[in-house]
């Protein structure tokens, strides 16, 4: 149980117009009969807020997307009792926000000059200034730099007084030039008019083609190239994601109001996107470094708790690393990412070892959970793997070869994959991989019910991607639209209402929602787990609590299951899937 104030039951986790249009199309979903009892908690991704890239994560204010959001939404899901998890994306924040615009405006006298980091102050006295005009940090610190894209994290911000200074950004960046119109060359009189319109159509053909505007021939004019492409510059267009720079009072200031907001949404459990690369320090890894990482997840804390919030960390790192027990011996429930990999395993390998090691782990250690097996983001891979530290290499949940081995299962099912980076560029390994859950377990109806019986059977909160419970298949065409970063959207599709009628009448979502309500509303899974002494191929799970008990049986070679469930007013009931 993540907190006795919360409720002990299943997770729904979808964007706002993943079903239908709006919000307003899912709570409909959520009212109808089939699926009654089966959902105490609903994860809203955070195009909830007003953002404009990376399917929300960038964030321009955190207030209601009117156009996909009301307030009767959230009317309608209090009236469910469907307690709220938001999303607070601590790292970094839109370059459309009003904090990032308000500096592109008044420059060094803006308020929000130091809310984002500028990379040459925070590496003054670490590096060489480069020809690009970024310092270059030193090797040792290039060496502890972690990366989510080829090469350093930088972005050139054109101040008002025409200077470019390199900002910090983690994540993703896209400058974009708008052509020129007439006005913005009419104060070059000297230029008789016809000759500024063939200036105009050189440049603007060069933007149009994504070439560089200042490599064009302007003939007799070509003394005005450098006043003509500082005009361009002044239009520049941003997109983007900043991060944002803890050490300023600002930042905090931010924070608070932004908890203080979501609590008046009404919501109860925040998810702290990103959290990890906050704390930025000369010497230390830009991820999860000590003990500033912990001194800021405690100022937080304090902050949320004042405010009736409770906070779940994300983070991205291998299990070799242990972070993630330390995070749950600091007081923390855990987003379990290890489960996706190791059911994946479990059933397509016809094995218990690898999964029991892991419930073994979380009743020993009593760490708290939100589990899963799809999600927006993707499977992932990374997480199971070992580290090497000081005291050498610290194994993984899987071996290498067996992460290897589920990666290429998955990619041969029609996965896509994402790669982390190193300062140079290179890859350094997979990052995740991306299907949905459905296409990853081959498609196969019956090892997707065994996969959502195993993780309703776990210890935690189970977390339902909208996708996987109606059997979603990898969307190829999503992914190919969307380019280099498109990799994501195999596993967004959204489900029309014709495709939900169809779901709804289709067996293999009527067992997983009966399962789901099983777990949402049974007694028993407010108890205690044991696991039963099975040969390796086979899987028994069992809940007991004030007379009422559930168990799993499971073959994990044939995927046949059944669930027993005896209640304490003496009823009985099996179900064999």
Same mark, same amino acid.
């Given at each position: 149980m993540l907190d006795p104030s919360l409720p002990n039951g299943v997770m729904f986790n979808a964007y706002p117009d993943s079903i239908g249009a709006r919000l307003s199309d899912t709570v409909a979903l959520l009212k109808r009969p089939q699926l009654k009892e089966v959902f105490s908690l609903f994860y809203i991704l955070p195009t909830f807020f007003q953002s404009d890239l990376d399917r929300g994560f960038s964030i321009n204010r955190y207030e209601l997307n009117e156009e996909l959001v009301s307030p009767?939404?959230?009317?309608?899901?209090?009236?469910?009792?469907?307690?709220?998890?938001?999303?607070?994306?601590?790292?970094?924040?839109?370059?459309?926000?009003?904090?990032?615009?308000?500096m592109l405006r008044k420059g060094d006298q803006s308020r929000y000059r130091d809310f984002f980091i500028d990379w040459n102050r925070f590496w003054e006295g670490e590096g060489e200034m480069g020809e690009e005009g970024y310092i270059v940090p030193n090797q040792a610190h290039?060496?502890?730099?972690?990366?989510?894209?080829?090469?350093?994290?930088?972005?050139?911000?054109?101040?008002?007084?025409?200077?470019?200074?390199?900002?910090?950004?983690?994540?993703?960046?896209?400058?974009?030039?708008?052509?020129?119109?007439?006005v913005d060359l009419v104060?070059?009189?000297?230029?008789?008019?016809?000759?500024?319109?063939?200036?105009?159509?050189?440049?603007?053909?060069?933007?149009?083609?994504?070439?560089?505007?200042?490599? !064009?021939?302007?003939?007799? =004019?070509?003394?005005? %190239?450098?006043?003509? #492409? $500082?005009?361009?510059?002044?239009?520049? &267009?941003?997109?983007?994601?900043?991060?944002?720079?803890?050490?300023?009072? !600002?930042?905090?200031?931010? =924070?608070?109001?932004? %908890?203080?907001?979501? #609590? $008046?949404?009404?919501?109860?459990?925040? &998810?702290?996107?990103?959290?990890?690369?906050?704390?930025?320090?000369?010497g230390l890894s830009n991820f999860f470094n000590t003990p500033g990482?912990?001194?800021?997840? $405690?100022?937080?804390?304090?902050?949320?708790?004042?405010?009736?919030?409770?906070?779940?960390?994300?983070i991205h790192a291998q299990y070799g690393k242990h972070l993630h027990g330390a995070v749950a011996r600091a007081g923390y429930p855990i987003y379990d990412f290890f489960l996706p990999g190791l059911v994946l395993d479990a059933l397509d390998k016809g094995r218990n070892n690898y999964l029991l090691r892991w419930i073994?782990?979380?009743?020993?250690?009593?760490?708290?959970?939100?589990?899963?097996?799809?999600?927006?983001?993707?499977i992932p891979v990374l997480d199971l793997d070992g580290f090497t530290n000081d005291e050498g290499y610290q194994p993984g949940l899987?071996?290498?070869?067996?992460?290897?081995?589920?990666?290429?299962?998955?990619?041969?099912?029609?996965?896509?994959?994402?790669?982390?980076?190193?300062?140079?560029?290179?890859?350094?390994?997979?990052?995740?991989?991306?299907?949905?859950?459905?296409?990853?377990?081959?498609?196969?109806?019956?090892?997707?019910?065994?996969?959502?019986?195993?993780?309703l059977f776990m210890p935690g909160i189970p977390q339902i991607w909208y996708l996987d419970l109606f059997a979603g298949k990898n969307d190829y065409a999503a992914a190919d639209r969307?380019?280099?970063?498109?990799?994501?959207?195999?596993?967004?599709?959204?489900?029309?209402?014709e495709i939900v009628e169809e779901g709804l009448q289709s067996a293999v979502v009527l067992d997983q929602l009966e399962m789901m309500r099983l777990r949402n509303t049974a007694p028993a899974f407010n108890g205690e787990l044991r696991i039963g002494e099975t040969p390796t191929n086979e899987?028994?799970?069992?809940?007991?609590?004030?007379?009422?008990?559930?168990?799993?049986?499971?073959?994990?070679?044939n995927y046949r299951f059944t669930i027993h469930h005896s209640r304490a007013d003496g009823t009985v009931n099996s179900l064999e899937y």
């Amino acid at each position: 149980m993540l907190d006795p104030s919360l409720p002990n039951g299943v997770m729904f986790n979808a964007y706002p117009d993943s079903i239908g249009a709006r919000l307003s199309d899912t709570v409909a979903l959520l009212k109808r009969p089939q699926l009654k009892e089966v959902f105490s908690l609903f994860y809203i991704l955070p195009t909830f807020f007003q953002s404009d890239l990376d399917r929300g994560f960038s964030i321009n204010r955190y207030e209601l997307n009117e156009e996909l959001v009301s307030p009767g939404d959230l009317e309608d899901l209090k009236e469910l009792n469907i307690v709220l998890k938001l999303d607070l994306v601590l790292n970094h924040l839109s370059v459309r926000s009003p904090q990032f615009l308000d500096m592109l405006r008044k420059g060094d006298q803006s308020r929000y000059r130091d809310f984002f980091i500028d990379w040459n102050r925070f590496w003054e006295g670490e590096g060489e200034m480069g020809e690009e005009g970024y310092i270059v940090p030193n090797q040792a610190h290039l060496d502890k730099l972690f990366m989510r894209k080829p090469g350093l994290p930088i972005l050139f911000v054109r101040f008002p007084d025409g200077s470019e200074r390199p900002y910090w950004n983690t994540f993703y960046q896209q400058i974009n030039y708008r052509g020129l119109e007439e006005v913005d060359l009419v104060h070059l009189r000297i230029i008789p008019a016809d000759e500024r319109q063939k200036i105009r159509d050189k440049i603007n053909a060069k933007i149009a083609a994504g070439e560089d505007f200042r490599d !064009v021939d302007l003939g007799p =004019y070509q003394d005005y %190239l450098e006043q003509v #492409a $500082d005009i361009v510059e002044s239009k520049r &267009r941003y997109l983007g994601q900043m991060d944002l720079n803890a050490e300023s009072p !600002v930042v905090w200031e931010f =924070y608070e109001e932004t %908890l203080q907001r979501l #609590a $008046d949404f009404g919501v109860r459990l925040i &998810r702290l996107d990103a959290f990890a690369y906050l704390h930025k320090e000369p010497g230390l890894s830009n991820f999860f470094n000590t003990p500033g990482t912990w001194e800021y997840l $405690d100022r937080l804390k304090k902050m949320a708790e004042a405010k009736g919030l409770m906070l779940l960390p994300e983070i991205h790192a291998q299990y070799g690393k242990h972070l993630h027990g330390a995070v749950a011996r600091a007081g923390y429930p855990i987003y379990d990412f290890f489960l996706p990999g190791l059911v994946l395993d479990a059933l397509d390998k016809g094995r218990n070892n690898y999964l029991l090691r892991w419930i073994d782990e979380i009743q020993t250690q009593g760490i708290r959970t939100v589990n899963m097996l799809g999600c927006h983001d993707g499977i992932p891979v990374l997480d199971l793997d070992g580290f090497t530290n000081d005291e050498g290499y610290q194994p993984g949940l899987l071996e290498p070869a067996a992460i290897d081995a589920a990666i290429e299962r998955t990619l041969a099912r029609g996965g896509r994959v994402k790669n982390l980076y190193a300062a140079d560029g290179k890859k350094i390994g997979y990052y995740q991989v991306n299907a949905t859950y459905f296409s990853a377990l081959g498609e196969d109806e019956q090892k997707l019910r065994l996969a959502r019986a195993i993780q309703l059977f776990m210890p935690g909160i189970p977390q339902i991607w909208y996708l996987d419970l109606f059997a979603g298949k990898n969307d190829y065409a999503a992914a190919d639209r969307g380019g280099a970063a498109g990799h994501k959207e195999i596993n967004r599709t959204t489900l029309s209402e014709e495709i939900v009628e169809e779901g709804l009448q289709s067996a293999v979502v009527l067992d997983q929602l009966e399962m789901m309500r099983l777990r949402n509303t049974a007694p028993a899974f407010n108890g205690e787990l044991r696991i039963g002494e099975t040969p390796t191929n086979e899987l028994e799970m069992s809940w007991s609590h004030a007379g009422d008990t559930v168990v799993l049986r499971a073959n994990l070679e044939n995927y046949r299951f059944t669930i027993h469930h005896s209640r304490a007013d003496g009823t009985v009931n099996s179900l064999e899937y």
